[in-house]
């Protein structure tokens, strides 16, 4: 989106240079990755980063509403559903589609919202990878607000993460986090903030008070940073899980897992907007479009394109059962925008925000593909794909 700075970086990029970045983000910590990190950023000019942020507005505004956790409640399941929930989220994450308008104009359409926490110390720190090998102009920051510094990016973490607890009493809660696809921000996190991962299965519960041991001790915890994903707990079977989740405890969720839930695929119908792609809940169609070609069918509540149909067919659909768990969404088309070493890659941006007074937007995440769907297995063997960064004119 900045032509000089694309042109001027695809000329001067060595695989040297790249070999060494993949160096900087990984085995320091003795760290393989499951997922591949693009050779490139993205350079977005200030109009894009003006249309990303009137829909961040947008879903603050629709997210502020007194009653908009009430109207969400239908979206969480009785089986998942845990008490003491915030009145807010403490994270936001807004998944869009970069597009592009006959005029040659760029802009982002809504994929899909989040009420989780995402890679926010991996983000940083693959931005300062970038910045560092490639050498990449002053003028650049990956920050939605440019007086926003990489310290005070932290200390903003810090404070919703951490309140005025003691890092010691917060823990990052997930499935055995080591095994993780995500597992390299987990250990940003511990070098950042200082928080400690935990299986869900070594959590001691003991009335409302939940323990986790360190070095043999018994430590209290008081918050706990959620990095759980419901779906993926209910399949493993394998786990011995004392800890009832659906029992009050003194620990306060980061973000509650409600949210997961409520800010979700789920949320798109009940958006109107020019960013947003139509989106109906199935079974409160009395028929279906005759253009499903032009239709994408998602499971409400699976996780990382699971269940996903792009190619959808009246068989398909006769074939769903729990028709309230899906929804139907107007395909938008992914503008092959990035100039590479053969074809032009196309990307997903997701905005990572945080809720401290106010929803506030921090830093994206990108990802890059070059095949029909964003997900690995059409990126196979491909180059100038995978995780990357964004970088705005400051």
């Known amino acids: 989106m900045i032509p000089k700075l694309r042109e001027a970086y695809n000329q001067s990029f060595q695989q040297e240079n790249y070999d060494r970045f993949l160096a900087d983000i990984h085995p320091k910590h003795n760290i393989s990755l499951d997922f591949r990190i693009a050779e490139t950023p993205i350079f977005a000019n200030n109009d894009f980063k003006n249309e990303f942020l009137k829909l961040f507005e947008e879903v603050k505004a629709m997210v502020s509403q007194e009653d908009f956790a009430q109207k969400m409640e239908g979206a969480v399941p009785e089986k998942f559903r845990v008490p003491n929930e915030n009145k ?23 994929i899909e919202l989040q009420g989780v926490a995402s890679l926010y110390c991996y983000q940083r720190h693959l931005s300062l990878a970038y910045q560092k ?126 949210w997961f839930f409520k800010l979700s695929k789920y949320t798109m119908p009940f958006m109107e907007s020019e960013y947003v792609p139509k989106t109906y809940f199935l079974n409160e169609l009395e028929k279906y479009p005759k253009d499903l070609e032009n239709y994408v069918l998602k499971p409400l509540f699976s996780f990382a394109g699971a269940g996903v149909h792009y190619d959808v067919t009246d068989d398909i659909l006769a074939g769903i059962k729990d028709t309230k768990n899906y929804i139907l969404q107007k395909k938008v088309s992914y503008a092959p925008f990035i100039p590479t070493k053969d074809v032009p890659a196309k990307a997903e941006i997701r905005m990572l925000c945080v809720w401290d007074d106010e929803l506030t937007p921090l830093i994206t995440l990108a990802r890059l593909s070059k095949g029909k769907i964003l997900g690995v297995d059409f990126n196979k063997d491909k180059t100038w794909v995978g995780s990357s960064a964004v970088f705005f004119e400051s």
């Open 88 to 110: 807010h989220p403490h994270f936001i994450a807004i998944d869009v589609a970069v597009c592009q308008k006959e005029n040659g104009a760029f802009y982002p359409q809504l």
């Open 133 to 258: 090998h490639f050498s990449l102009p002053k003028i650049l920051t990956p920050f939605l607000h440019s007086s926003l510094s990489h310290e005070a990016y932290v200390e903003k973490l810090k404070k919703v993460i951490f309140a005025d607890n003691d890092p010691e009493n917060v823990i990052l809660l997930d499935i055995k986090p080591k095994y993780q696809k995500t597992r390299v921000d987990f250990l940003y996190t511990i070098r950042d903030l200082g928080i400690k991962p935990v299986c869900v299965s070594e959590v001691i519960q003991e009335g409302a008070q939940i323990f986790y041991k360190s070095q043999g001790k018994k430590i209290p915890v008081n918050r706990i940073y959620n990095r759980l994903i419901f779906d993926e707990l209910e399949r493993r079977t394998d786990l011995q899980i004392s800890f009832d989740w659906k029992q009050p405890t003194n620990a306060e969720w980061v973000a509650h897992p409600n």
